[in-house]
């Protein structure tokens, strides 16, 4: 019940963090230059969950993977991240920051 309730605030405490750096020029450029946000999207809720359901169509997959590649793959967020040659290289020149 503890851990329950830690985990929702610091889930929800991130959150407000990342929002309350967001400042409105900000927002108002993400809306001007919505082909890149687009691509995102499509690729996080469209490609992934598809290209996990022909993984797990063409390996055969037992069902409990089955259902736990589909839920990564359907989990908006960074699936790709540091895995890509180009984003490791950006991302290893600079100092890691959390803000």
């Not at 405490?13 to 020029?25: D, N, R, Y």
């Not at 450029?29 to 809720?45: D, K, T």
């Not at 992934?48 to 063409?58: D, E, F, H, S, T």
Request: positive net charge.
């Amino acid at each position: 019940m503890l851990q329950d309730g830690l985990v929702i605030t610091l889930n929800v405490a991130a959150m407000m963090a990342m929002g309350l750096e967001l400042t409105p020029a900000r927002l108002a450029e993400a809306a001007r230059r919505y082909r890149p946000m687009a691509i995102g999207l499509a690729v996080n809720l469209l490609a992934a969950p598809a290209v996990a359901w022909l993984l797990i169509a063409g390996f055969d997959l037992p069902a409990a993977f089955a259902v736990g590649l589909l839920l990564c793959a359907s989990a908006p967020g960074g699936k790709p991240g540091r895995c890509s040659p180009r984003t490791r290289a950006a991302t290893s020149r600079t100092p890691w920051r959390w803000w």
